[in-house]
């Protein structure tokens, strides 16, 4: 089908930054807001699912736990698939499957059946669609890149704001079963945005030149090279601690205001707002990234997104009335976008095109264990204490401790290891100009006569040296 040859990456294939690169970013933004949104989303039929099968809430949150363990866990199996088969048809098949597992629940007569069908075969169609989705778009965008990374990740809190109503209507008007049936229907759309997913193939002459060397190297299904790079090892670390604490605001905030005594609307309405205030940061975020001077330093701007969204969380644990929470939202909102824009940017300028099939898949499995950890340890610490300050402040100190792993980790050890070659072409090269140094004036003279024939003979061949900066990070 060609997609075998765009996940590998062909250096003869230049990231068009626009033209059909906006129809992949259209079907990015749609996934990556399913694959965010939906297991939130879902949780409005929780109560008509406790009445009907007699169980409890905590059966119930197993729906949305499994869905999210299946969209991170599942992160090395979406590497091995999209480099066996490529972007497009795992993206064809995940959409099916999400639409398969939301259709077969709406039929399930127990809440392990729903477990099955709505969370592992549904989970696993999102995270089929949601890996392939972020890198398609990092093969067709390179200068614009921050910013279309900040653009699809504003689906998210676009499709959270707009699932959620559209869930208990489904519920008032046909039910939990039809409601499931109709967003299993809803879900077929992934299959269109998996479409819209295009290979980039390289030129004619380079892919003739390529083909027997191709044929030499086996494919490696996943990569674990990536693991010797210090950037990626430090990235992984500073995320799976992030995201310990990343994810317990948003699920106490409400919890937290009706526990100081407010209505379930007015408390309810604090999510609104957060989801109002990411739907703008994300973008601008990704605007800010994408600047001249910023991107270079881009490790350092996701630092300091960190540390902000750490510190609203220890500023938030002091509220005590409503305006307090409402500012505590606003915070967290530009915070939290400023993180979701930049997470997957800071990977791919790490890793590079051609590792991040891999690394995200290793990376997402890094953060799968930590997301189950996260809320319930934090349900745990709550229900020994009574308070949730104790709360927010975990959580606060956790997403700091983060933002200093990754950003003293990239100042004291990546930077130093940029002074040393990276790679033996590299070694090679530096070996060359260590001869030419030692050569005589006679040397250099014929040397220098030679490249000024090349340059006349050729003239068509010569082209500038563009540096790259994300390989600053």
Known sequence: M??????????????PDGGWGWAV??????????SYAFPK???????????????????????????LAMLY??????????????CRPVMLVGGLFASMGMVIASFCTSIVQIYLTAGVITGLGLALNFQPSLIMLNRYFDKRRPLANGLSAAGSPVFLCALSPLGQILQHEYGWRGGFLILGGMLLNCCVCGALMRPLEPPKKAEATKEPAEKKVKKKLLDFSVFKDSGFVIYTLAASIMVLGLFV?????????????????????????????????????????GLKWVRPRCVYLFSFAMIFNGFTDLMGSMSVDYGGLVVFCIFFGISYGMVGALQFEVLMAI?????????????????????????????????????YMFVFIIAGIEVTTSALV??????????????????????AEREELNKCENKTPEDAKVDSIEVEQFLKDEPEKNGEVVTNPETCV
């Open 41 to 67: 989303a879902v949780s409005v039929f929780f109560k008509e699912l406790i009445r009907e099968f007699g169980i409890g809430y905590s059966d119930t949150a197993w729906i949305s736990s499994i869905l």
């Open 406 to 427: 990754l950003g003293l980790g990239n100042f004291f050890c990546i930077k130093k290891k940029s002074e040393e070659p990276h790679t033996k072409e590299e070694a």
């Open 249 to 289: 605001p948003p699920v106490f905030v409400v919890s937290y205001a009706k526990d100081l005594g407010y209505q379930d609307t007015k408390a309810a309405f604090l999510l609104t707002i957060l989801g109002f205030i990411d739907i703008f940061a994300r973008p601008i975020c990704g605007m800010v990234a």
């Open 2 to 15: 060609g997609a075998v040859v765009a996940d590998d990456g062909p250096s003869g294939v230049k990231a």
């Open 25 to 34: 970013l259209f079907g990015c933004f749609i996934i990556t807001g399913f």
């Open 351 to 387: 890793v590079g095109t051609q590792k991040f099939s891999s690394a995200i898949g290793l990376v997402l499995l890094a953060e799968a264990m930590a997301v189950l950890i996260g809320p319930p340890s934090a349900g745990k610490l709550l229900d020994a204490t009574g308070r």
């Open 73 to 86: 866990g599942t992160g090395p199996l979406c590497s091995v698939c999209v480099n066996r088969f490529g």
